[in-house]
């Protein structure tokens, strides 16, 4: 419960702080430019649940599960220079991973519209 109180406390802080600043590097897009962008090797990230990743998964994604305790250490592990692609079920943890990248200083951030169900 504590470690779900402190994820709610850092979104919602993130959400206040983008709009202060209003400068979101995160852009949802629809699956045909999801499609484009895999093509240019943008790193692809599935932060759906590692048993929702064995059902099946986009090539090449890497499972980083937002529900996971330990999820801002393993998505602070990667690159922050680079752009990546980020999907979940539906869109709603893949906006929230998004906006917890954004904070983190990730230079761009592509959010699959309507998720792995819009694949």
Known sequence: MKK???????????SFSQMITNESKVEVIEKETFKELIEKN????????????????IKNAINIDFKSSEFIQNI??????????????SGNRS????KVMD???????YDLKGGFMNW
């Open 42 to 57: 943008i790193q692809v990230i599935d932060v759906r649940t590692a048993e929702e990743y064995r059902d099946g998964y």
């Open 95 to 98: 906006g929230k991973a998004s």
């Open 76 to 89: 602070s592990r990667l690159d922050k220079n680079k752009s990546y692609l980020i999907y979940c079920k």
């Open 103 to 109: 904070s983190l200083g990730f230079h761009k951030i």
């Open 4 to 14: 779900i109180l402190v994820l709610f406390l850092f979104i919602s802080n993130i």
